[in-house]
């Protein structure tokens, strides 16, 4: 008897300590339409999730795990369609059909972006237009302990977007690049001469961002208050056009 206990009580506190190395993220659909997001595993030597892709009709949610530690991404392609067997989107494709399997999306796309801790510790995540914008995307934390604040940019950026930096479908701005993707230049990209946060420095087009989405970051050394963190295994959910 006391044997039986004692390895139910075992076999629970593997379960336990398992079940704690993982984080829940929750992607939500609130868009009118249906989006199709993808999910990419940047952190060096691990593997990609078990969903590196799939499709969310308006109104619904979907959840999949994340191990701890964990750097990745999660953005949302639309307007996808499968012509003549080839899975394609105009915003964030991944060139690989509905699974990205380790390919990013092509920009324009809102990313949200995620470094789970292990052992309960500090996680960073933020929304991100580094890459540009395709739709509006925040994130909100469930549990965890810390400022644990919400990043967001609810604000629909192709709105306000110059031309210059429009992605357009027939006369619908559907997606905003960044200027560094626009333009290719080091002062945009903060890379060479750039590559330094004193001297990369906000510009006409990041200020486009920032004032549509101060809760987002809106270039590659843009840090000011839009570092987001949470200790102790907070849960996240992902809302897409909310
Ligand atoms: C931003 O600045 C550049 C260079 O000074 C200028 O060519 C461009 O028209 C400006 N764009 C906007 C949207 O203000
Ligand atoms: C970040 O700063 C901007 C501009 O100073 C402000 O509008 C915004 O509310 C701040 N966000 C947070 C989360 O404090």
Redesign the pocket.
């Known amino acids: 008897m006391a044997s039986q206990v004692v390895l139910v009580a075992s076999f629970l506190f593997l379960l336990l300590s398992f079940g704690a190395e993982a984080a829940t993220i929750t992607v939500r659909n609130n868009c009118p339409k249906t989006i199709w997001p993808a999910t990419l595993t940047s952190g060096p030597g691990q593997p990609q999730l078990s969903t590196t892709g799939f499709e969310l009709a308006p109104g619904a949610s979907r959840s999949f795990n994340v191990p701890a530690p964990w750097t990745g991404r999660v953005w949302a392609r639309t307007r996808c369609s499968n012509n003549g067997g080839r899975f394609t989107c105009l915003t964030g494709d991944c060139g690989r059909g509905l699974s990205c399997n380790g390919a990013g999306g092509v920009p324009p796309a809102t990313l949200a972006e995620f470094t789970v801790a292990p052992n309960g510790g500090q996680d960073f995540y933020d929304v991100s237009l580094v890459d540009g914008f395709n739709i509006p995307a925040s994130i909100t934390t469930q549990g965890g302990t810390g400022p644990c ?1 919400s990043s967001n940019c609810r604000n629909d950026v192709n709105r306000v977007c110059p031309g210059e930096l429009q992605v357009r479908s027939g006369n619908e701005v559907i997606g905003c690049k960044s200027a560094c993707f626009a333009f290719n230049q080091p002062r945009y990209c903060c890379t060479g001469e750039f590559n330094d946060p004193n001297k990369c420095r906000p510009t006409n087009y990041s200020m486009i961002f920032e004032n549509q989405c ?2 987002a970051y809106s270039y590659a050394y843009d840090d ?3 570092t987001f963190t949470c200790n102790n295994r907070p849960n996240y959910v992902i809302t897409f056009c909310g």
Do not use: A, M
Request: no cysteine; net charge positive; aromatic share 0%.
């Open positions: 604040r101060p809760d000011k208050n839009s």
